[in-house]
T-cell receptor, first 116, second 113 residues
């Protein structure tokens, strides 16, 4: 079974509108972390936002917020007031806290296109 | 504060040659991770190192691939006798504590002729 599922291969949004990118995860470990990264066409990986499994509040970073629903095992990324520069691939990733392994497991990504 | 530095940015090798990819972590970071990204895919974990130690190599192919992070100098991912299937983007990431977000370099795009 996939650990991280991103069901939207592609998403379109109008400039200045909000968009939600979906991410569901699968783990039996009570301690884990969830991350979102942005990969523009130039190829670099840019860290956006982090949510710990024990965090009481949803994470926010500027225009990015994470809609964390623990019971549903979902960690959707919300981008408010979309900008043309937000067009990129977006990857959800999870780090499980088992046995000292700190590797990130990534989803397949969602390609976001912001239209003017 | 310089970010994670990877070089070269692009590397072209012929089948059977060796590829060496370098990664200098962010200043103050002692944990290094290598990931591989095939076209149209997400990143796949390869190996996690701390200074002079391999902590987790569960994602490394059993043959031809090796990684090190010496006491002095950058981390090196080495691929011997490269084959066409090794063509990919290889990313290095680092952090200072294992529960901190991993910060990525710009990647090395490896092409095998």
């Amino acid at each position: 079974a996939q650990k991280i599922t991103q069901t939207q291969p592609g998403m379109f949004v109008q400039e200045k509108e909000a968009v939600t990118l979906d991410c569901t995860y699968d783990t039996s470990d009570p301690s884990y972390g969830l991350f979102w990264y942005k990969q523009p066409s130039s190829g670099e990986m840019i860290f956006l936002i982090y949510q710990g499994s024990y965090d009481q509040q949803n994470a926010t970073e500027g225009r990015y917020s994470l809609n964390f629903q623990k019971a549903r095992k979902s960690a959707n990324l919300v981008i408010s007031a979309s900008q043309l520069g937000d067009s990129a691939m977006y990857f959800c990733a999870m780090r499980e806290g088992q046995g000292g392994s700190e590797k990130l497991v990534f989803g397949k990504g969602t390609k976001l296109t912001v239209n003017p | 504060n310089a970010g994670v530095m990877q070089n070269p940015r692009h590397l072209v090798r012929r089948r059977g040659q060796e590829a060496r990819l370098r990664c200098s972590p962010m200043k103050g970071h002692s944990h290094v991770y290598w990931y591989r990204q095939l076209p149209e895919e997400g990143l796949k974990f390869m190996v996690y190192l701390q200074k002079e130690n391999i902590i987790d190599e569960s994602g490394m192919p059993k043959e031809r691939f090796s990684a090190e992070f010496p006491k002095e100098g950058p981390s090196i991912l080495r691929i011997q006798q490269v084959v066409r299937g090794d063509s990919a983007a290889y990313f290095c990431a680092s952090n200072s504590y294992s529960n901190q977000p991993q910060h990525f370099g710009d990647g090395t795009r490896l092409s095998i002729l």
